[in-house]
């Protein structure tokens, strides 16, 4: 049996596809970032006896050890998250390569993405864009990063505490960079304030509750000399390497969104 890795709703629990469904039914085992979350969703869909284990980030190299001669064996075993799909910001990265390594089939059910929705719901100008997952924390790193992507749409996570003093920063850096704050999507209290980082941070002024994903618009500024797109480039590499991206991985990306070569960028954060 394939390993099923599964996406599930990032917040209106009817955000289910039948497939999700018959998956979560007839899986032997359901890997759970926090099993009282995913028992929520099972049972919104009456779906009972199915054995639920953690697997989250702090005990997911044991997990992954334990699991893999289980999938050999054909034991039928789900992946999720508490919301959305799981490796992305999420566990299971590890337990997807584990799996193809062993020879395991692995297959993935889509479904929600806090991407999508907030880069839909945003009405920001996207032709490409860039989701660097969560910001890093230190004000600097945060406006070093997004200023390397400033002539592409960039996506990112950040934490309501944080948010405040995100918006802040980047509107000194370029306050009239159109922005777009996601807060709750798909819930009952969703909000999405539209407006240039300037008008967003004062709307932001103290943490708001709730899950937020930023989406920000390709900034308006010329871009500056060929040797300053270099240098923020490089930092870029080094952020999300920070962040936990490999860094052939993280090179290649900031190089399709600034046109910086991918070897120049891997060779100099070395």
């Not at 299971?92 to 999508?116: C, H, I, K, N, Y």
């Not at 995100?166 to 922005?179: G, K, Q, S, V």
Request: include cysteine; charge should be neutral; proline fraction near 6%.
């Amino acid at each position: 049996m394939p390993l099923a890795v599964c996406a599930t709703p990032i917040g209106n629990l009817e955000d289910v596809t039948l497939r999700l469904l018959a998956e979560l039914r007839g899986a032997g085992v359901i890997l759970c970032e926090d099993t009282r979350h995913t028992r929520r969703l099972l049972e919104r869909h009456e779906i009972s006896g199915a054995r639920l284990l953690s697997y989250h980030e702090h005990n997911e190299a044991k997990r992954t050890a334990e699991l893999v001669p289980r999938l050999v064996a054909g034991e039928r075993v789900a992946l999720v998250t508490d919301a959305g799909m799981p490796t992305i910001s999420d566990p299971g990265t590890r337990l997807v390569a584990a799996a193809r390594a062993a020879g395991v089939p692995v297959t993935v059910l889509p479904g929600p993405s806090a991407v999508e929705t907030a880069l839909a719901a945003s009405g920001l100008p996207v032709e490409r864009y860039a989701f660097v997952g969560f910001l890093p924390r230190g004000a600097s790193a945060v406006a070093e990063l997004v200023r390397a992507l400033r002539d592409t749409a960039v996506v990112a996570f950040e934490s309501p505490q944080r948010l405040p003093r995100t918006l802040r920063t980047l509107a000194a850096d370029d306050e009239t960079r159109e922005a777009a704050v996601c807060r709750e999507l798909t819930k009952l209290h969703e909000e999405v304030m539209r407006g240039t980082l300037r008008e967003v941070a004062l709307r932001f002024a103290e943490p708001p509750k709730g899950e937020i994903t930023l989406v920000l618009a390709p900034s308006a500024r010329s871009r500056g000399s060929v040797e300053d797109d270099v240098e923020a480039s490089l930092r870029a590499v080094a952020h999300l390497v920070d962040a936990g991206l490999p860094r052939r991985r993280a090179a290649e990306i900031v190089s399709n969104l600034t046109g910086v070569a991918r070897n120049t960028l891997y060779r100099r954060t070395l």
